[in-house]
């Protein structure tokens, strides 16, 4: 292995690293950052209007704006109205909860190869709302929204436990292989329960692959309180996570409560990924490629990171899912299928590049 | 214990021994449970003189012509996953290394359904499984060489195209009329109905060329397990038993998958149950293979007799199993 690459650590980084914003030899550089957010907010404006433009029907910009400043009930404002805005809000609300959700787990666990999907919390969520959806025959989101609170927070501690267990410690492949594996379990066990009932499997099949479709208003509005306190208690985690990454005792020594950081970066990934899922079925690789695209540009500092990850991460979604409306028309593709095959081959990449700790 | 013939000298462990005797007994007796048993029932002496040729009629038909060739080939198709299984454990030197979670299923699968799509017949979809399963290996182990395979680099690189593989999969099934994904559907959960003895003699022959194989590699894939460097200096030519054992691995669990569509956790748990049973310090090949069996034939007959008369895909039954002993390891590695 060459030194070149023994340096490029992915996770978190040092703790020079993480104070690099406060060196007085780049000083204007949180100024550069904060307009930076400022232009991914206009990027995301931008790319929402495209989602609410584009589709199996084409809609021009000028119609767009009509449907909202003089609805007058004909077939495009229709659609716009009551199908592509909330799709498109539906789409920011999971992009944001699972990028923030990939960030602050990649820092939790110091592992560049967490990802909400892979570890299998989103497939624990899945099961969850399963369970709810197919046995108990719940049909509110703000009801069946617990249970895949209930199964995230179950797979990850048992994902979490499973990989550390055994003398070696957690490693990123130990993690990411009982993550799989969970998930997998998850998978399966959900998609029996969905086979005894044709209706329920014929309903959740899309949602089963991860897909913005067939949500309406009304599960956005149940869900987006969650996602709302998700967001604001992962932001706040940025300052002790950072401290963190200098590493327990250190932590410790500088006045961070390890395991209340622990627990709550815990309880914020479980509200992320829970209702993440629960509106959108399990996708994976969104939380694991856009912290590290957002880490290259921004450094290692959380306060950064976590909420430009929340950022680009719905952009890409949304991106994605008019890529999977526009290549299939008139029919479309799940955008969790387009996140598939865009994030594998990435993940491919830096699981070759990265000297991820051996087995 | 060590048995020495000339130059050639084979050790066997008594407890390993006894162990074997054991499962294959279990394995019997699993059989002739699901020969016995069901809506019509054979008594154990019309099964033995139907084996024979000698029976009566009905037991002849019903043993011989139904339910003979699916438990053969539960057996053999569960062998193969647990001597897949075992192989790649001891390569990634790690209890969760199975072929269903590094792409090989995933890929056998993305096969499987194409042939499906097209068309095919039940041949096609075994020839569609096993080409799939293979194009998917060689892909992997490409991409993860770099001056020889790590374990670790393997794993990560077959996740990532198991990822790919099960949207692949997904959108496959989407785009699909309704008959084929039903068709599909039905394969994909792995199921033993229906399978004849055109089922059951790909899975013998893989078998018969490829065990005497994988004991011959065993040994020094034993000594991989303890680091590369030991290894050569041992004077074992590592890359070459490596990717003679992921050769191994993969046309078995293609073949197995072929047969039984994709039937998971079987690779995943029948080798770390053998090594449980058995106590040896590493993955068995042979106890994995006899566990495996044992498993896929137990669970199939649970399968079919759980619910009865609803039957239940197999797969359903051994991916209960899968997380058992994910609950399992997680107690046990915990003290």
Not at chain 1, 42 to 69: H, K, Q, Y
Not at chain 2, 8 to 36: E, F, N, Q, Y
Request: proline residues 5%.
């Amino acid at each position: 292995m060459r030194p070149a690459e023994e340096t490029a650590v992915p996770v978190a980084g040092t703790g020079e690293e993480a104070g690099a914003a406060r060196d007085p030899g780049r000083r204007g550089r949180p100024a550069v950052l904060a307009t930076g957010l400022v232009v991914g907010m206009a990027v995301l404006a931008l790319v929402a209007m495209a989602s609410v433009a584009l589709g199996a029907r084409g809609v021009s910009f000028g119609t767009v704006i009509d449907a909202f400043l003089a609805p007058d009930g004909s077939n495009d404002h229709t659609v716009i109205r009551e199908l592509r805005v909330p799709r498109t809000l539906l789409g920011i609300g999971v992009g944001a909860t699972l990028g923030l959700a990939g960030a602050l787990m990649q820092s939790l666990t110091r592992n560049p190869l967490a990802d909400p999907g892979l570890l299998g919390v989103n497939e624990g969520a899945a099961l969850g709302v399963t369970l709810a959806l197919g046995l108990f025959g719940l049909s509110d989101p703000a009801v069946y929204v617990w249970f895949a609170f209930g199964g995230a927070a179950l797979t990850s501690v048992a994902v979490y436990a499973l990989a550390s267990s055994g003398r070696s410690g957690s490693s990123p492949v130990r993690l990411t292989l009982a993550g799989v594996a969970f998930g997998m379990v998850c998978t399966a066990i959900a998609s029996a329960i969905l086979r005894m009932d044709a209706q329920t499997f014929d309903r959740m099949r899309f949602w089963l692959t991860g897909s913005l479709a067939g949500q309406t208003a009304d599960t956005l509005v149940r869900l987006a309180p969650f996602m709302a306190a998700g967001l604001v208690l992962g932001l706040m985690l940025a300052r002790p996570l950072n401290t963190l990454a200098l590493g327990d005792d250190a932590g410790k020594a500088l006045g961070v409560g390890v395991n209340r950081t622990r627990i709550l970066t815990g309880v914020a990934v479980t509200l992320l990924c829970g209702a993440a899922t629960a509106a959108a079925g399990p996708l994976w690789f969104v939380g694991l490629i856009v912290p590290h695209a957002v880490r290259a540009v921004v450094g290692p500092d959380q306060r950064w990171v976590l909420p430009y990850s929340a950022l680009a991460a719905p952009v890409l979604l949304l991106a994605a899912d008019v890529a999977g409306r526009l290549i299939a028309r008139p029919g479309e593709v799940q955008v969790g299928i387009v996140w598939a095959v865009i994030g594998a081959p990435i993940f491919i990449m830096l699981a070759r590049r990265r000297r991820v700790a051996a087995l | 214990m060590t048995i020495r013939v000339g130059s050639w000298s084979v050790r066997l462990a008594p407890r390993a021994l006894i162990t074997g005797a054991a499962l294959l007994v279990l394995a019997c007796a699993v059989s002739v449970a699901a020969l016995a048993t069901g809506e019509y029932t054979v008594p154990v002496p019309d099964i033995v003189a139907a084996v024979l040729g000698q029976g009566p009629p009905v037991a002849e038909l019903i043993v011989g012509k139904l339910r003979a060739p699916r438990v053969v080939t539960g057996l053999l198709v569960g062998a193969a996953f647990g001597l897949s299984g075992a192989i790649f454990q001891s390569l990634t030197r790690n209890p969760l290394g199975s072929p269903d979670f590094i792409g090989f299923t995933a890929g056998a699968s993305t096969g499987g359904i194409i042939a499906v799509v097209a068309g095919g017949s039940a041949m096609t979809i075994a020839g569609g499984a096993l080409a799939g399963c293979v194009v998917t290996a060689v892909l992997v182990y490409a991409l993860a060489y770099r001056g020889g395979v790590q374990g670790y680099r393997l794993v990560l690189v077959g996740i990532g195209a198991n990822a790919l593989l099960l949207a692949v999969n997904s959108y496959l099934l989407t785009r699909a009329n309704i008959n084929d994904a039903a068709t599909a559907g039905a394969w994909l959960t792995g199921s033993l109905s229906g399978r004849g003895w055109d089922h059951a003699l790909p899975v013998a022959l893989a078998l018969a060329v490829l065990l005497p194989m994988c004991a011959y590699v065993s040994r020094p894939m034993r000594m991989i397990e303890m680091g590369d460097d030991a290894a050569k200096a041992m004077g074992i030519k590592v890359e070459a038993v490596r990717a003679v054992a992921i050769a191994a691995g993969v046309l078995l669990s293609g073949v197995a998958t072929a047969a039984a569509g994709p039937v998971i956790f079987v690779a995943l748990a029948a080798p770390q149950l053998a090594r449980r049973l058995t106590r040896s310090p590493g993955v068995t090949m042979g106890a994995s293979a006899l566990t495996g069996a044992v498993l896929l034939t137990a669970a199939d007959l649970a399968a079919q007799r759980l619910l009865a008369p609803t039957q239940l895909p197999v797969g359903v039954l051994t991916a209960a199993i899968g997380g058992t002993y994910l609950v399992l390891l997680l107690r046990k590695e915990r003290h």
